[in-house]
């Protein structure tokens, strides 16, 4: 089973800061790297797919990078509605599909 | 519009059985790569189970034996069956469609349900 390792667990931004957030896998993934976001009370939305792939309707602020085991999920300009937890995800060898254990981003 | 719906969620006892059903709207869940994922109150994701257009699936290894998901095409709906549930089964259940590229299935998942709880308790 991969295992997924996000970092940090929380990370607290000013509006319009950069915030950066972390994933590390127990092995290389390729390109194989999503990443999601749920704000409470919902449902995840995907934000990014293969690694730097921007889903439908996802503002530019987001972007996503890495290679092999390591993958960084950008957001430039942090806005209050981006406060949420975000998840990255590993689809290259499963199953099990897995999941890190998320960042919460918080308003300072 | 895309979209997905669950229902069936409760409270039920342990070792009891429920049966959660997956709506689908605007597209047809026969040719669709489906997930459902849980959360257990005040967690992380947790993927459960697959399934293929020609309905193999693939379960995570604390369901394995005991849900069972399955597809009515004629109702476009998806259906996880669950039984022996445990206290531990106790989440927010998502179905989730994975997403295609050059008609290749990527498993990461594009449009999700807004989830039905589930409550395992005596």
């Known amino acids: 089973e991969i295992v997924m390792t996000q970092s940090p667990a929380t990370l607290s931004v000013s509006p319009g800061d950069r915030a950066t957030l972390s994933c590390r896998a127990s092995?290389?993934?390729?390109?194989?790297l999503a990443w999601y976001q749920q704000k409470p009370g919902q449902a995840p939305r995907l934000l990014i797919y293969?690694?730097?792939g921007r889903a439908t309707g996802v503002p530019a602020r987001f972007s996503g990078s890495g290679s092999g085991a390591e993958f960084t999920l950008t957001i430039n300009n942090v806005q209050s509605e981006d406060v949420a937890v975000y998840y990255c995800?590993?689809?290259?060898?499963?199953?099990?599909?897995?999941f890190g254990g998320g960042t919460k981003v918080e308003m300072k | 519009e895309v979209q997905l719906v669950e229902t069936g969620g409760g409270f039920i006892q342990p070792g009891g059985s429920l049966r959660l059903s997956c709506a689908a709207s605007g597209f047809s869940v026969s040719s669709t790569y489906i997930s459902w994922v849980r959360q257990a109150p005040g967690k992380g994701l947790e993927w459960v189970s697959n399934?293929?257009?020609?309905?193999?699936?693939y379960y995570s290894d604390s369901v394995k034996g005991r849900f069972t998901i399955s597809r009515d095409n004629s109702k476009n709906t998806l259906y996880l069956h669950m039984n022996s549930l445990r206290t531990e089964d106790t989440a927010i259940y998502y179905c989730a469609r994975a997403i295609t590229i050059s008609g290749i299935v990527r498993w990461c998942l594009d449009v999700w349900g807004q989830g039905t709880t589930v409550i395992v308790s005596s």
């Open positions: 995800q590993q689809y290259t060898k499963w199953p099990p599909l897995t």
């Open positions: 293969g690694t730097s």
């Open positions: 092995q290389s993934l390729y390109s194989n």
């Open positions: 399934i293929y257009p020609d309905n193999t699936t």
